[in-house]
């Protein structure tokens, strides 16, 4: 209960839609754990609204989130965040959302919104959306990558997509990269959201899912 509270202060979860159910809730409905986080002031400079991940042993993880981003035919994650210090190269993407297997796993499964820096042809550190379906692997050629800089001790916002037919990713409220990726519905899964759990120290605020699910009106 503890970590559900700090989870709903610090990211001001929401979840709205119109005509199809909303897969998430809120933050008190879901059973979140934290290791080795703390909030920090957001990016109003006054207010104690973001969250800081330091390192790879720094994340949040929401199992019920991982069950509700199961058997969905569209959903949107966007957030205020703030790298506090670029990535040296490295071949493996910086999970910032994701969804994991298990703690232990060296990469996301079904989606993950990362930073690069050398990954997937990256030359600069750059924001990326990774989305597979339950007949692929976890690989580059499942991503779609910004050209825009990313300047480290800045709040950007960054949006991630996918609405059954494309993937899009959005820098600043521009669209950066956009890509037809056609898929029925995300498999079904009880893999576990978590948000952090990578090498890049940074700090996040104003998270917002939104996930939606069709059902047989018959």
Known sequence: MKYSLILLAVFALSCTGTKKEIAGGTSEETNTLARNTQPVVGRDGHSVTAHAFKDAN????????GGKFSVV????ISAWLKI?????????????IGKFSDASAALPSEFSLALLNGACGAED????FFFTD???DFACEQAILSKNPVKAGLWTF???KWD?????????NVMVAKEERISAVLPYSQVPVYFGKSQVPFAMDGLS??????????
Do not use: C, W
């Open 58 to 65: 720094s994340y949040m993880v929401s199992a019920e989130y």
């Open 73 to 76: 035919t569209e959903f949107e």
């Open 84 to 96: 506090d210090s670029l990535p040296q190269k490295s071949s493996t993407p910086h999970n910032i």
């Open 125 to 128: 550190p750059a924001f990326a």
């Open 134 to 136: 339950e007949y692929s």
């Open 158 to 160: 960054v949006k991630a």
């Open 164 to 172: 059954g037919r494309y993937l899009t990713l959005y820098q600043d």
């Open 209 to 218: 899912f939104n996930a939606g699910r069709s059902y047989d009106n018959k």
